[in-house]
C-alpha cells in the first residue's frame, strides 16, 4: 500500500507548569520518537504558547497540535502564529486543525468564540485553510477526520490525514473508513501521510481511557479494536507493519502515559522496517 517510512508520536495534553512540559519534550526527543503534539487546551492552557517552548529545549523533535479548534480562534491571527512558528522553528511545526469536537461550547463561550453546529464549523474551516494557503512554504496541515464532510474535506485539503477512529472500532470497520478515504483522495492518495491516534498501549487499566471513551482498555485489546496495540514490541511491530501493508498506515500517535512501551515498540519495528528513514 505504501513504502513511506514509519513516524511515532505523542500526543500531550497535560502541562502543570514550563518546566514539566520542556522536560516531557526533552524526554520524547531522547526516547527517539518523532513528533509531540499539544491538544487543544492543554489541560486549560493554550497550546499555542507551550508548543515553541517545547521546540526550544529540543533539535530534531517536530511539533505540532492535535488538533487546534479552529472555532476558538480568528483565522488572520492564526496565519500569522502558524507561519511564525513554521519560520522560527525552521519548518519542525506541524498544523493540526479541525472543526472542533462535542462539548466545547463552554470553552468557546469562554472566549467569546461562537460556536455553531457542526456543518456550520465546517464552513468556517475550509475557510480558514483557504487563507492558510496563500503562503506558499507552510506547514504541514493534519486533519483529523471520521464522519463524511471531514472526510472528504481532508481528502483535498491535508497533508496527514488521521482516522478518527472510534474505540470500539474492529477491523473491518476501519478498513470501511480507510476504503472510502481512498475513493475521495484519488490522484492525491500517495501524496497524503495516513496515521492513526491509538488510546492505549497493551492491555492495562487505564483510568483516563475509561472516563473518556466509556470504556477502559482490557476489554478494547481483548475485543480486537484497532485503537489499542499490543505492549509486547515485536507484536505491536507485526501489526503496525500490516495496518501499513493494507491500510496505508505510516504514522502513529499515542497519548503520553504510553511514552516509554511506545519508544520501545519504536525501536523494534525501526530495526527490521524494509522501508527507507
Known amino acids: 500500500m505504501t513504502s513511506k517510512p514509519f513516524r511515532f508520536g505523542i500526543v500531550a495534553g497535560f502541562s502543570p507548569d514550563l518546566t514539566a512540559w520542556t522536560a516531557q519534550a526533552r524526554q520524547i526527543e531522547e526516547l527517539g520518537l518523532d513528533t509531540m503534539l499539544a491538544t487543544d487546551p492543554v489541560a486549560g492552557s493554550d497550546p499555542l504558547t507551550l508548543v515553541p517552548a517545547a521546540a526550544a529545549v529540543t533539535g530534531t523533535l517536530r511539533v505540532g497540535t492535535f488538533v487546534l479548534a479552529d472555532p476558538f480562534r480568528d483565522p488572520r491571527q492564526l496565519d500569522w502564529q502558524v507561519q511564525s512558528l513554521h519560520r522560527q522553528t525552521g519548518g519542525r511545526f506541524e498544523l493540526g486543525l479541525g472543526a472542533g469536537r462535542p462539548g466545547a461550547d463552554d470553552h468557546a463561550r469562554s472566549l467569546g468564540r461562537e460556536y455553531p453546529a457542526m456543518g456550520r464549523r465546517i464552513e468556517r474551516l475550509e475557510a480558514t485553510i483557504e487563507l492558510l494557503k496563500g503562503t506558499a512554504d507552510r506547514p504541514k496541515l493534519l486533519m483529523a477526520a471520521r464522519g463524511p464532510k471531514m472526510l472528504a474535506l481532508a481528502a483535498r485539503e491535508a497533508d496527514i490525514v488521521t482516522f478518527s477512529w472510534l474505540p470500539r472500532t474492529t477491523p473491518?470497520?476501519?478498513?470501511?473508513?480507510?476504503?472510502?478515504?481512498?475513493?475521495?483522495?484519488?490522484?492525491?492518495?500517495?501524496?497524503?501521510?495516513?496515521?492513526?491516534?491509538?488510546?492505549?498501549?497493551?492491555?492495562?487499566p487505564a483510568p483516563h481511557v475509561a472516563r473518556f471513551a466509556g470504556v477502559d482498555v482490557p476489554e478494547l485489546a481483548a475485543s480486537g479494536a484497532v485503537t489499542v496495540i499490543p505492549e509486547d514490541p515485536s507484536h505491536a511491530a507485526d501489526t503496525l507493519l500490516g495496518w501499513r501493508e493494507?491500510?496505508?498506515?505510516?504514522?502513529?500517535?499515542?497519548?503520553?502515559?504510553?511514552?516509554?512501551?511506545?519508544?520501545a515498540i519504536a525501536r523494534s519495528l525501526r530495526?527490521?522496517?524494509?522501508?527507507p528513514g
Open 271 to 275: 530495526a527490521t522496517d524494509p522501508a
Open 172 to 204: 473491518d470497520e476501519a478498513q470501511s473508513i480507510v476504503d472510502r478515504f481512498r475513493e475521495l483522495a484519488g490522484s492525491r492518495l500517495d501524496e497524503i501521510e495516513l496515521a492513526v491516534n491509538l488510546m492505549a498501549v497493551g492491555d492495562q
Open 246 to 263: 493494507n491500510w496505508g498506515i505510516s504514522y502513529v500517535t499515542v497519548n503520553s502515559g504510553c511514552v516509554r512501551p511506545f519508544a
